[in-house]
Every structure is written in structure tokens, then in C-alpha cells.
């Protein structure tokens, strides 16, 4: 058969896939109309008293007598809206500029409540209450807030225009208390409406609300005060509403954040060898929060940096032709974030603007209209070279400037539809993207995603020489995504189209060339509390990619299974075969592979994955075969102590001979004072050992070192009055040893320390 009549067919035969695909979704389209889902939901009139609270975790002051009342009567998981097998009562009122918020729940045996001292956002092992409030009564997001019977806090911002999706890198500033007791414990939460975005209007409000608890025993029990329909989609329309907010405003709107950050690094110009002093670095910065209005906020930033934040996570990077990804931390980029996401593609990935001097955002929404504009500049310019078999990162030694635009407009009851740019520009560089996408709901459980884009970039001399790339690069991308969910199954199905020359500096997108159908679904069955398994299912997918030329790049079949059960205990198993082109070589790979946890007792959790099969050797394009371990340990010693560590082992054999073994592992060990005061240590320690004999290479230069050895530590001590008021000191050293060294060495080490604190004026 002729190379080009292999092409016409794969192309035929991809075309006849897509045909079938399109005419589903049309059909789908034709025989659907999205009908609002009749559901009856429970008002509630928010009480208004003109009085303040004490946040101290005691009910004492007499107009909680006065507050509206909900009762938390419903299991939702694992039961399925039956009655609560404990009691819970939840007060709300408002003030005019807080939403108070109190919540009793009782317990048989309060000797078994499970509560730490948390740091923030780390409450989820515990027992916890929390509430979560959509308002702008549109039922596409909310925010939620939940404690734990100590007090300590965790927020988020809930989307749920295509079910259930949490974002708990946002952070407001509010009070919290808790307090266990003889009959179960009493939390007490105090909610600016300072720290809510909501409507402008004179008019009553309408707030979807819920109430919400978590009671982990040998199996974790979820409870609200709606009973949750799992054959809708939609969560936020089951929810209670509560009437009555009239005259609140959102007071105190203008957040002034200064900050100072004193650093002193020294390095090792020749290891080994004596240290190099270096100076102190002094970084003063500013944060601007301003409410322009009750849903417009402005934030401008000067100097946002990284040093209040412990360590990245470590990352086993081993045979792998993938960049690695690490999430954003900075407050300045994190608030209103999610009005920069768009509904199939990354975009929007703001580590890549590593050491900006100036920032200003925009972000807002009015009715059914949302919108964010970003401004900044960055010293280190830095992006993804993204390939059909791998990515890597370019940095150009000049500054940038960068803008990045979103809007969204909601349409009907679910659908919507948004438009984003994003520019980034240097002396001889440019990049810029535009985007269209939107979701569409066929029907209460169909709905299509969709997402096309353009990217234009002009490259700098030193890219074209290191990436053999063009002068001038455009392309487009498109992603199709239709999904049927109901209570029992889902299924899915994906087209996606990438050109060679598509770009996103901006954003994390690692794979172009590529044209990719996929088709998956899953099948869910469900038990009760007194079961062996509450939760059980399997699902699975194919899909088959090829580049832009017509060569198939990748078939894959895969398989899994879960189970979820007793001691909070969890395991997803499955079998992944593929057939894979790389470098010029077709390769059968077939994996097996399982994740599983539970806990034993109390706060003590330990898991495990593993996979093993058959799997290209990168480095020297041939099949080996792979093992690789990554166990772990959570433990809360006591309501103080706290130890996370995790190990990952990987190794890779060609004819029963040794490539490499690699050892990774991660110790995290923090001690709470109290709940603003945390003294967290982190040791990070990577050993990669190879046989270099087994490698083929060109060059001598080329030759791996037969040992790699890196390792990091860092001590930090924090004082956290909320998010943006807080005091850091730490300490932090790294080294290394290769085949040139006798024993680990030290390379750098640093001392910093920072001071903010937020003014809301």
C-alpha cells in the first residue's frame, strides 16, 4: 500500500469518526431543549440585626435567639438524601456589613471529634462545618467557608456550571471561632460582605445557600440542608434560598497591603569550595485591593514574591519528555482568577510571569456579564516550547510586558459564551492569542464545551536557533468536548485539533500537532454507611491521535476500577495499553497501575501507587520496563503536630539490565502553636543513579552522569493574622553531588524574612 493512499484512509477513516461524532451532537441538538429542572427549594428570610458578635466560639449573645435557623437534616454521601445520623443546627444573620454565622452539631461521643490546629485550607481531615452562598443567585458559582471545631478556616470559590469544580487557592479575610463542648462542639464565623462579591442593587436579594458538615468516622459522612438529587447535574439550584438581604453594601472596600522582604543569599561560585557572601536584599512591595464597586474589583501590586511560601512540592522529572507544571501562589494573581478560565484549554497559567515589578487587574460581574483585564511586566521571560511528543521551556534574557483580557457572557438558564486575548511582547518577541468558547446545555444532563483559538508569535533569533522554529509562527486550535451525565453513568466524548504552530506563552499548553478523538465513559453504583463499600464503579477510554501530517502518533485503550469503603478507605485501579510513535519508532506499551488509602485510626492516613509494565526508554528510543512506587503518610500526631512524607521510587530495565533507578523523597513536618503561629521544616532529597554504559550518545559531552544527587531544606516560622496580615522568618539550603564529588555539597543558602499587613480602610 502507497504511503499516500495509508494517509487517504487514516484520513477517511478519522473523518468518518469525526462524521460520526458531529452527526451525535447534532442529533443530540435537535432532539434536546434545555427545560428548567422544577425543584422545589425552601426560602428562609435572613434575619437583620443591627448587633455584632463576639467570634469566640460561645453562643452567648442573646440575638442568636433572633438569627433564621436551618437544620442540617439530610446525608447526601454516602447516603443519598436520607435523614442525618447526627444533628446539626445552623443560625445566620446580617448586620449590614457581616453575614454572622453560628453553627451547633451535636455528637453521641465527642470524645470522637477529630480536630488540629490548622494552617489555612488544611481543615479537610477534621470534623468541619462550613457554609457555601451563590450570591448572585445565577447558579453557576459560589463561595464557601468552613471550620473546624478549633476554629481553624478553609475558603473557596465553588463553579458548578459543569458540575462540581472547587478552587481553594482564593482567600478572603474574615473571623472564625470553635469551641468542643459536652455535647458535640459550637463554631462561630463572622463574613464581611467586604469579602463577597454580589449585586448592586437597592432591590431585596436572593442567595442560594447551603449549610454543610462533614463528620469523618470509619466512613466520611457528608450533610447538608438540601437533599441532593444526583441525577442533576446542576447543584446549586437544589439549594435553600434565603431572602430578606436588603441595604447590605460592601463596606470597608479599599485594602491596602504594604510589604517588606529582607533576604540574604550566599553562593558556592566552585563546588567544592568557599561560600561567596551576598548582600542583603531589601524588597519593599504594595498590594492595592480595591471595591469599586460591590461586584468591580481593582488590584494593583508592586514586588508580589514568592517568599512567603514554603517549597514547591517535589517532582520526580525521569524519563520524561513533559515540562513540569506548579500552581500559582501569589495573592495578587490568585484573587479573581477564575474569571481568567476558559471552558477546554489552559490559557491562562500566571506562573509563567516569574519576577513581575508591577501588576493591575480588573475583574467583575455585573448581571450576567463577567470580565477580567490583566496588566504586567516580567524580568524573566520564560514559555513553553510545546511539540506533539514533548515540551520545553525557552527564556529570553530581556523583559516583557503582558496583558491579558477575559469576557463571559451567561446566556439562558446554563449556557455561556466568553472571548479572551492574551499579549506578550518583548524587544523581538511577541506572542499573542485570541480565544472563543462557551458551554451548551442540550438538556438537564447533555451539554457540549467548546473552544477555538489563534496564536500569532514572532520569534527572537535565539529561539529560531535553539528550537528550530520559524521567524513568524500562527496556527489555530479547536477542542469539542460533549458530555451525558446522570446519576449512574457518563459518557464523554473529546475532538481536539492543534496546529504545529500554535502557541500559548501565557498559558500551559504543552501538546501541538496533534489531531486526537476520544470516547470514555463511566458507571458508578452506590452503597450506605453500613456497607463494606459505599461507592464502587469502573470507566474507562480510547483514543487514538495523529500529527498534522496524517502519522498516527498514539492509540490507547485503558480500564479502571474504584472502590470506596470503610477507614475512609479508597483505591482506583485499571490496565492501560497503548500503541505509541516516537522518534521514527512505533512501541507497544501495556501498564498496570493502582492508587490506594485508607485510614487505620484517627488522622492517620497511609496510601500507595504503583504502576509497572512496558514503557519507552526516552533517552535511548526503546522499550523497557517500568516500576514505579510513590507510598505516603499523613499524620496528625496530636491537635499540634503534624508529618506528611512522601516517597517516589522509579525504575527502568532494558534486557534485564538496569537504565536508571531513582529515589525521591519528601518530608514535611509542621508544629502548630496556636492557630496563627506554625513552625513547618521541609527536607527535599532526589538521588538518580544510572548506568551510562546502557546510553547511546554521539558526543562524550553527551555522556549522563552515573550519579545525581539534589537535596533542599527549609525552615519557615509564620505568624498569620489572615491571608494578607502576617510576619514570615525562614532559612533555606540546597546542594548537590555528581560524579565529580565525593559527597553531598551545599550551594546556596538563604536567610529571609517579610512583613505585610493588610490596611482596610
Not at 468541619?128 to 453557576?140: A, K, L, P, Q, S
Not at 495499553?577 to 485508607?598: I, V
Request: charged letters at 25%; a negative charge; aromatic letters at 14%.
Amino acid at each position: 500500500m502507497s504511503s499516500q493512499f495509508q494517509v487517504l484512509s487514516r484520513r477517511l477513516s478519522l473523518t468518518s469518526t469525526k462524521n460520526v461524532f458531529y452527526s451525535a451532537i447534532a442529533s443530540l441538538m435537535l432532539s434536546h431543549s434545555v427545560t428548567a429542572q422544577q425543584i422545589e427549594c425552601n426560602s428562609h428570610v435572613l434575619a437583620e440585626i443591627n448587633q455584632p458578635i463576639s467570634v469566640d466560639g460561645v453562643l452567648d449573645e442573646i440575638w442568636w435567639k433572633k438569627a433564621t435557623k436551618m437544620d442540617i437534616a439530610y446525608e447526601n454521601n454516602p447516603g443519598e438524601g436520607t435523614a442525618a445520623p447526627v444533628k446539626t443546627e445552623v443560625y445566620f444573620y446580617q448586620n449590614g456589613t457581616s453575614l454572622n454565622v453560628a453553627f451547633k452539631a451535636y455528637d453521641p461521643n465527642p470524645e470522637d471529634i477529630r480536630a488540629s490546629l490548622r494552617d489555612r485550607d488544611a481543615l479537610w481531615a477534621d470534623d468541619n462545618v462550613g457554609i457555601i452562598i451563590d450570591t448572585f443567585n445565577d447558579e453557576r458559582g459560589a463561595y464557601e467557608f468552613f471550620v473546624n471545631p478549633l476554629g481553624a478556616q478553609a475558603d473557596m470559590k465553588m463553579d458548578d456550571t459543569d458540575g462540581w469544580d472547587e478552587d481553594s487557592s482564593w482567600d478572603a479575610i474574615w473571623d472564625s471561632a470553635g469551641r468542643i463542648t459536652d455535647f458535640g462542639y459550637v463554631v462561630e464565623m463572622s463574613i464581611p460582605f467586604s469579602s463577597l462579591r454580589f449585586p448592586e442593587t437597592d432591590e431585596e436579594q436572593i442567595w442560594n445557600v447551603a449549610g454543610w458538615r462533614n463528620y469523618p468516622r470509619d466512613v466520611r459522612v457528608q450533610m447538608a440542608t438540601h437533599k441532593r438529587d444526583r441525577n442533576i447535574k446542576c447543584n446549586l439550584c437544589q439549594f435553600e434560598q434565603m431572602v430578606g438581604l436588603k441595604n447590605i453594601k460592601s463596606s470597608n472596600n479599599f485594602q491596602l497591603t504594604p510589604t517588606l522582604t529582607l533576604s540574604k543569599q550566599d553562593e558556592k561560585p566552585d563546588v567544592p569550595g568557599g561560600w561567596q557572601s551576598g548582600d542583603v536584599d531589601a524588597e519593599p512591595g504594595l498590594d492595592i485591593r480595591w471595591g469599586i464597586t460591590q461586584d468591580i474589583v481593582l488590584n494593583a501590586t508592586i514586588n508580589p514574591d514568592f517568599s512567603q511560601v514554603e517549597a514547591d512540592a517535589g517532582q520526580l522529572n525521569v524519563n520524561s519528555t513533559d515540562s513540569l507544571f506548579f500552581p500559582e501562589k501569589r495573592p495578587f494573581f490568585l484573587d479573581g482568577s477564575s474569571y481568567f478560565d476558559t471552558a477546554n484549554f489552559n490559557f491562562v497559567h500566571t506562573r509563567n510571569i516569574a519576577e513581575p515589578d508591577v501588576g493591575l487587574k480588573v475583574t467583575g460581574k455585573t448581571n450576567d456579564h463577567s470580565y477580567g483585564v490583566m496588566l504586567a511586566n516580567d524580568n524573566n521571560t520564560s514559555f513553553l516550547m510545546p511539540g506533539n511528543q514533548g515540551s520545553d521551556v525557552a527564556t529570553l534574557d530581556q523583559e516583557s510586558e503582558l496583558a491579558i483580557a477575559r469576557y463571559k457572557v451567561d446566556v439562558g438558564e446554563r449556557n455561556n459564551i466568553g472571548v479572551l486575548m492574551t499579549h506578550r511582547q518583548a524587544d523581538d518577541y511577541n506572542n499573542t492569542l485570541l480565544s472563543v468558547d462557551g458551554t451548551y446545555w442540550l438538556s438537564q444532563n447533555d451539554n457540549i464545551s467548546y473552544q477555538v483559538a489563534r496564536s500569532e508569535t514572532d520569534n527572537p533569533a535565539s529561539v529560531i536557533e535553539d528550537f528550530e522554529v520559524n521567524k513568524e509562527q500562527s496556527d489555530q486550535a479547536l477542542s469539542i468536548n460533549y458530555s451525558h451525565s446522570t446519576r449512574d453513568y457518563n459518557l464523554r466524548a473529546n475532538y481536539s485539533n492543534i496546529g504545529e504552530d500554535f502557541r500559548a506563552d501565557l498559558g500551559f499548553q504543552s501538546r501541538t500537532n496533534i489531531e486526537r478523538v476520544v470516547l470514555g465513559g463511566r458507571r458508578n453504583y452506590y452503597g450506605d454507611d453500613e456497607d463494606l463499600f459505599t461507592r464502587w464503579g469502573y470507566f474507562g477510554d480510547w483514543d487514538k491521535t495523529y500529527d498534522q501530517d496524517g502519522n498516527m502518533l498514539e492509540e490507547e485503550y485503558e480500564i479502571h476500577g474504584n472502590l470506596q469503603g470503610n477507614k475512609q478507605f479508597f483505591t482506583n485501579f485499571g490496565i492501560v495499553h497503548r500503541k505509541r510513535l516516537y522518534d521514527g519508532e512505533m512501541f507497544n506499551e501495556t501498564q498496570f497501575m493502582q492508587f490506594a488509602k485508607f485510614k487505620p485510626w484517627g488522622n492517620f492516613e497511609v496510601g500507595n501507587f504503583y504502576r509497572f509494565g512496558k514503557q519507552i526508554d526516552f533517552a535511548n528510543t526503546r522499550l523497557g520496563d517500568v516500576l514505579d512506587i510513590e507510598p505516603f503518610i499523613e499524620w496528625d500526631v496530636n491537635e499540634h503536630f503534624n508529618i506528611d512524607f512522601r516517597y517516589n521510587y522509579s525504575q527502568l530495565d532494558v534486557n534485564d539490565e538496569r537504565i536508571y533507578s531513582a529515589h525521591q523523597t519528601n518530608l514535611r513536618l509542621g508544629y502548630q502553636f496556636d492557630m496563627r503561629s506554625i513552625l513547618k521544616f521541609v527536607v527535599q532529597y532526589t538521588d538518580i543513579e544510572r548506568n551510562p554504559d546502557l546510553y547511546v550518545y554521539d558526543d562524550i559531552e553527551d555522556r549522563p552522569e552515573r550519579n545525581s544527587k539534589y537535596f533542599s531544606t527549609q525552615l519557615i516560622y509564620s505568624y498569620k493574622i489572615n491571608p494578607q496580615t502576617l510576619f514570615f522568618i525562614g532559612y533555606s539550603d540546597g546542594g548537590y553531588q555528581d560524579d565529580d564529588l565525593e559527597r553531598l555539597e551545599r550551594d546556596q543558602r538563604t536567610i529571609f524574612t517579610k512583613f505585610s499587613y493588610a490596611w482596610q480602610l
